[in-house]
């Protein structure tokens, strides 16, 4: 039995359905963390590595996994993948890690993680998990660095700030002063500018999807042959 194309996988996770701005999943970390872009990087690839490891274990470990314990074992997997990610993280990016707090452990409560395992690394090849696990992370991850960029801009007037937490002390003259002289906005900062954010780009989501689907009914309408004159 043939799984779904790869292509199908990859528009899947980073655009159809994606699981910031689609499925609505993961909201926590999405609206909590989001403050800037650097802060969304790295909580989205925290989940992304968590995605294409669990995707992958439980594709291999299907098989011989028994239908009634497949949800804790699915479980026990993420939260194993995601300790040690988070020990990772604790020591070579201590500071970033800090400032992920509790939102890195609770990776484990995503649904996300859980919905991808059940959904569809527990029914197609491993190759075929691990492509959906990193699509479905780099949309996730795209979501988070689109809403932390809103958010920085208009909230700090800055983009890339702090990014020495992520990428080493050479990072620390990477921030760009977009607004000069510009006191920030609060609400941007707040959790209230998180729900507007995350809004507006579910908006321009849907308005793209809409144009698309016009554009796509109109090519689809055979054009109208005119009628036969006589001579």
Known sequence: MTGPS?????????????????QLLGLCPTLAVTSTVINGLGMGLATTATLVASNTTVSVIRKVVRPEVRIPVFVLVIASIVT???????AYFH??????????????????????????????TPDRAFLD????????????????????????????????????????????????????????????GAFLGLGLLIALKNVIDARRERRAARAAVPAVQPANTPA
């Open 133 to 192: 696990g990193l699509m479905m992370g780099i949309g996730f991850t795209l979501v988070l660095m689109a809403l932390g960029a809103m958010r920085e801009v208009v909230g700090q007037g800055t983009l890339l700030a702090n990014a020495q937490l992520m990428f080493g002390p050479a990072a620390k003259t990477w921030t760009l002063h977009v607004l000069h002289h510009y006191r920030g906005f609060l609400v941007a900062t707040l959790p209230p």
């Open 6 to 22: 790869y292509k199908s996988i990859a528009v899947n996770g980073l655009w159809a359905n994606n699981s910031g701005l689609v």
């Open 95 to 124: 500071q970033l890690y800090n400032i992920l707090g509790i939102f890195i452990p609770l990776i484990v409560t995503n649904c996300v993680i859980i919905g991808r395992a059940e959904a569809f690394a527990s029914k197609n």
């Open 84 to 90: 040690a990610i988070e020990l990772v993280m604790n």
